[in-house]
Each structure stands twice: as C-alpha cells, then as structure tokens.
C-alpha cells in the first residue's frame, strides 16, 4: 500500500436516500428517481426491500442506474433504499487523531478513542467505542480509493462490547424541563449517573459522574 484513502460505515442502515427504486427479477440493476451519484460510489453498501447489496464498479456511468453485485430476487417498484452513515475519506496513513475525528464527524459514531501502531510498511489502529454502549457489529469498510499494487486493509472485533450491569438510559426531552426521575432502583447500592447532550450533529461529551445511594 503506498497511498490513497478508505472509509468506514457505522452498520446501521438508517440513512435513507432520495427518492425511490425499481429493479427487475433476474438482473442486478437498480433504476433509481433521483440521481444517487452524490450519495454513493462502488463498494458501498445499500439496503433495499430488506437485502443488502454491495455497489458495483460500473454504477452510475448513467446517473440513473445503480450496478449491484447479486441478482435481485423478485420485481421491486417504488422501494425505498437505504445507506449506512459514512466518514469522508480516511488517508490510508491516518493519525490517530485523523481518525477520530473522521468517526466523530459521523453522529452515529458517538465519542471514540483510537490507539495506532506500525506494522511493517502500514498501521493498524484500535477503535473504543466511550459512547455507543453495547456491542456494535464490525463496521463496513470501503478500500476503493487505495492504491499500490496490492493494497489490503480489514477490519476486525478485538473485543465484544458489553453494557454495564444494571444499566439504564432515559432520554429527556429537549422542550421539557431538562430533569430526569429514575424509579426501582435498589436501595442502599451506589448508582452512578453521567448525562451527555446529543443532536443531528453529534454528542457532547460527557458530564462528570455522580454518585447517589438511595435509602
């Protein structure tokens, strides 16, 4: 690997993309009502009518037409399609910092903290999850725009993640008072409490943590 870039998609199919699809039985074309060319490039990921499809590398040499790499299964008219929320483009070189903030920039992301190393010509980099809590399944890689003669990069779990033991979230309302009552809980136990602040733009980070024992 000598150059180029990547990019990573958290695996949640909630972005949803203008307009709508029609594909037909037996092919592997999508004919979408909006121009998509903006929104995806080959190697990306899409949802439609409940299966995944990779992005083909002759996509979009019409702006109406979307190339995928399996063959669609049954005619489908008018179906919503949908993509995973994507960084911008990664350097295949990234610091650690780069990579942050190019996962950070993606809501779904949350907070992250990543560590690198070198590994003989290239690096590898260990991505924490600080506010996504539970385990979040492998992210979507897309290594299109790497370059070199033989360019690999992967991505792989070092370790499940796991919520806290009793652990519990409540969502306050932005137009209500910002106060929160949590019932049930057991008495003479220390609970601890942090509080973050999230919009379409992301989270904060988060509050220092309070202590509380209930009687």
Excluded at 91 to 105: F, G, H, I, Q, Y
Excluded at 108 to 136: C, E, H, K, P
């Amino acid at each position: 690997m000598i150059g180029g870039t990547f990019t990573l998609a958290y695996p949640d199919f909630n972005i949803r993309l203008p307009g709508v699809v029609d594909g037909v039985d037996s092919t592997s074309v999508f004919s979408p009502t909006h121009d998509l060319t903006s929104f995806l490039e080959a190697g990306d990921k899409i949802l439609v009518g409940g299966v995944i499809y990779t992005v083909q590398e002759n996509t979009f040499l019409k702006s109406r037409t979307i190339h995928v790499d399996s063959v669609i299964s049954g005619s489908v008219s008018k179906e919503p399609i949908f993509t995973l929320p994507k960084t911008n483009p990664i350097p295949w070189d990234a610091t650690e910092s780069e990579l942050r903030v190019a996962l950070e920039n993606v809501p779904a992301f949350g907070q992250i903290d990543v560590d690198r190393t070198s590994v003989g010509v290239g690096y590898s980099w260990s991505v924490t999850f600080l506010t996504v809590i539970g385990d979040v399944e492998t992210l979507y890689l897309n290594p299109r725009h790497l370059l070199g003669p033989d360019p690999n990069i992967l991505v792989s779990e070092r370790r499940k993640g796991t919520p806290p033991d009793s652990y519990r979230a409540i969502q306050v309302s932005a137009i209500s008072t910002p106060s929160a009552v949590v019932n049930d809980l057991e008495t003479g136990v220390a609970w601890h409490f942090r509080v973050l602040a999230s919009n379409d733009h992301g989270d904060s980070i988060y509050s220092n943590i309070g202590v509380a024992v209930p009687a």
